[in-house]
């Protein structure tokens, strides 16, 4: 052991003596080249064209390092020799390899919802959410023995990814249903949680209309992976498959350049679609921008009225050239958006992924956003889900609760951070808002402390206005408003129900299955956040929450989250059985 300590530290200090003194230099990214000719149908990778997963040789350091740079070398040593997993460890960066690739995944931040008083603001608004990427996302980290960072985990997400088998509206008017239930709060037995399902009618994928689609294929140098383009390719093919002949789908793709490599083809003409998937390889940069006007453009062109016209963008989001501004290429959507043409996000890939920008351009562009980490996923998401992927049954749909402050002391939103509007874009039509596919369920939780519960976490105000006295509102705890469009309108409708406290379900145990289920969701997602508001809540009553409630599984994905939810027990031990019954 003495020797290989030696070793340890003898190649240690050759390399940073091996290293030239230009310490502050930042280390130059390798060229990359775009084509300026005119587009081709297939862009083959050439020696000049470089992967956007290479990164230029580290920093140099100085030849006699000062004596932080030593202890960081002893650390790094003492590591190597205890087994330590200093593959996460900032000090390797400098001794990473040239051309070895960097973890440069993008996530926006969003802190948790705060607590919030009711009769000091007694409105709650926020744009519902239909998109399932951050679950597959979270579920790759913990597959791959790592919690995920907090910010890829998007709580609503995780919850929307589940049906919950809320019932199916009567009829098409309006166009999905709406339930509520409250009960208990896992976590915390002095609050209560109100739980909102919307189920959208359901649309055989036999009966959809015709549909228009543009597969938008990243085929850049960071794409040449079997986790992107190696996925990809057979992902979109279990979606031809599932294609008619009066549906039509064209192929573009962008690099350092954009072109068309398929005219729009009937649903039929499978095997040459297939052709011209299996034939892209990837190489050179990523002009995602014109990438996506090229896809718009091509959508326009077949528009089919009162069909599906839909852009489908595969892509690890890392675009670099042409167009690479966020909030230009958010901008960018929305403006292409008003032609009547949706996207759809699949993102793919690890390590440059850009997640901020996949959900993003998705929310942008009036359509849902995925993360195929699995053929499974692709399989689910595409085949299995493929009306709620592709039809839009109502768009621009918001969601409005007014607390009653006589009853209810505070109140909080879990999730949909990145969802939340002002109250007065409820009723501003020009406010765009999240839409619902055919047969899509959205789920959304607040936590709600009722008066005299002790559940509060905030003392009131000494100066604030008193509440309103029950009497006037009966027994109502809060107010729940809904607006949305037809997909082919422009002026909303609004829809409107009391929630009454006599709908409260004293026990836990007794509320629905599908309460449970999605109780223990959300509180695996907290979890996984940090468990700001879920005190000693811990990952075992997670597991006993989620078994007791598991409920008809045929997909399996229950399970799958028992699964991950043990993993995720195993890699933070802090938030095991033992950690929650000492805090208790």
């Known amino acids: 052991m003495n020797r290989i300590l030696s070793f340890c530290l003898l190649l240690a200090a050759a390399l940073l003596a091996g290293c030239s003194p230009n310490a502050d230099a930042p280390p130059q990214r390798q060229a990359e080249?775009?084509?300026?000719?005119?587009?081709?149908?297939?862009?083959?990778?050439?020696?000049?064209?470089?992967?956007?997963?290479?990164?230029?040789?580290?920093?140099?350091?100085?030849?006699?390092?000062?004596?932080?740079?030593?202890?960081?070398?002893?650390?790094l040593s003492n590591a190597v020799a205890t087994g330590g997993r200093v593959a996460?460890?900032?000090?390797?960066?400098?001794?990473?390899?040239?051309?070895?690739?960097?973890?440069?995944?993008?996530?926006?931040?969003q802190d948790d919802n705060p607590v919030k008083?009711?009769?000091?603001?007694?409105?709650?608004?926020?744009?519902?959410?239909?998109?399932?990427?951050?679950?597959?996302?979270?579920?790759?980290?913990?597959?791959?023995?790592r919690l995920p960072p907090r910010d890829a985990v998007r709580v609503e997400e995780m919850l929307n990814y589940f049906d919950y088998d809320y019932p199916l509206p009567d009829s098409r008017q309006p166009p999905f249903r709406v339930s509520t239930e409250l009960a208990p709060t896992p976590w915390n037995p002095r609050t209560r949680l109100l739980a909102i399902g919307v189920k959208g009618y359901d649309v055989p994928k036999?009966?959809?209309?015709?549909a228009n689609l543009v597969f938008l294929i990243d085929v850049s140098g960071s794409m040449e992976s079997p986790d992107?383009?190696?996925?990809?390719?057979?992902?979109?093919?279990?979606?031809?498959?599932?294609?008619?002949?009066?549906?039509?789908?064209?192929?573009?793709?962008?690099?350092?350049a954009a072109g068309m490599v398929l005219e729009p083809t009937p649903g039929s003409q499978k095997a040459k679609i297939e052709v011209a998937l299996d034939r892209l390889s990837a190489g050179g940069s990523t002009n995602g921008g014109a990438g996506i006007q090229l896809a718009y453009n091509l959508a326009r062109d077949g528009f089919v009225k009162d069909g599906v016209n839909r852009v489908i963008l595969a892509t690890d989001g890392d675009f670099n050239v042409g167009t690479v501004n966020f909030e230009a290429l958010k901008n960018l959507v929305e403006n292409q958006r008003k032609s009547g043409v949706a996207l759809t996000t699949l993102g793919f890939g690890t390590g440059n992924y850009n997640d901020r920008l996949m959900e993003q351009l998705a929310d942008a562009g009036n359509g849902n956003y995925a993360y195929i980490d699995t053929l499974q996923e692709a399989n689910k998401t595409l085949v299995e889900q493929m009306s709620a992927t592709l039809l839009t049954i109502a768009k621009d749909v918001k969601i409005q609760i007014e607390f009653n402050p006589a009853l209810v002391e505070e109140y909080r939103?879990?999730?949909?951070?990145?969802?939340?509007?002002?109250?007065?874009?409820?009723?501003?039509?020009?406010?765009?808002?999240?839409?619902?596919g055919a047969g899509h369920t959205v789920t959304a939780l607040y936590e709600i402390a009722l008066k005299g519960s002790g559940g509060s976490l905030t003392?009131?105000?000494?100066?604030?206005?008193?509440?309103?006295?029950?009497?006037?509102?009966?027994?109502?705890?809060?107010?729940?408003?809904?607006?949305?469009?037809?997909?082919?309108?422009?002026?909303?409708?609004?829809?409107?129900?009391?929630?009454?406290?006599?709908?409260?379900?004293?026990?836990?145990?007794?509320?629905?299955?599908?309460?449970?289920?999605?109780?223990?969701?959300?509180?695996?997602?907290?979890?996984?956040?940090?468990?700001?508001?879920?005190?000693?809540?811990?990952?075992?009553?997670?597991?006993?929450?989620?078994?007791?409630?598991?409920g008809a599984d045929p997909y399996g994905y229950r399970g799958e989250f028992l699964t991950l939810v043990g993993l995720a027990r195993s890699l933070d031990p802090g938030k095991g059985a033992e950690a929650g019954q000492a805090i208790r």
């Open 33 to 75: 080249t775009s084509s300026t000719t005119a587009p081709v149908a297939v862009i083959p990778p050439t020696d000049a064209a470089k992967s956007r997963s290479e990164v230029a040789p580290p920093p140099s350091l100085p030849a006699s390092p000062p004596a932080e740079g030593r202890a960081d070398v002893a650390r």
């Open 88 to 109: 996460q460890s900032q000090e390797l960066d400098a001794l990473r390899a040239p051309g070895e690739p960097t973890d440069r995944e993008q996530y926006a931040h």
């Open 117 to 145: 008083r009711a009769v000091e603001q007694p409105v709650s608004t926020f744009s519902i959410d239909v998109d399932t990427g951050s679950y597959a996302n979270v579920r790759r980290f913990l597959n791959e023995g």
């Open 206 to 210: 036999t009966r959809l209309p015709p």
């Open 228 to 256: 992107k383009i190696g996925l990809l390719k057979p992902a979109l093919k279990l979606l031809v498959r599932q294609l008619r002949p009066e549906d039509k789908v064209a192929i573009a793709v962008y690099a350092g």
């Open 413 to 436: 939103l879990i999730g949909y951070e990145n969802r939340v509007l002002r109250r007065d874009d409820f009723s501003n039509d020009a406010v765009d808002a999240g839409d619902i």
């Open 459 to 550: 003392e009131p105000l000494r100066y604030g206005k008193p509440a309103e006295n029950a009497e006037s509102r009966g027994d109502e705890i809060a107010f729940l408003r809904l607006r949305y469009k037809q997909p082919d309108a422009d002026v909303s409708q609004l829809l409107e129900w009391p929630i009454r406290q006599d709908q409260v379900i004293q026990e836990g145990s007794a509320a629905s299955e599908r309460f449970r289920f999605a109780a223990a969701v959300a509180g695996f997602g907290q979890l996984l956040r940090g468990g700001r508001y879920t005190g000693s809540f811990s990952y075992d009553e997670v597991l006993t929450l989620a078994r007791d409630a598991r």
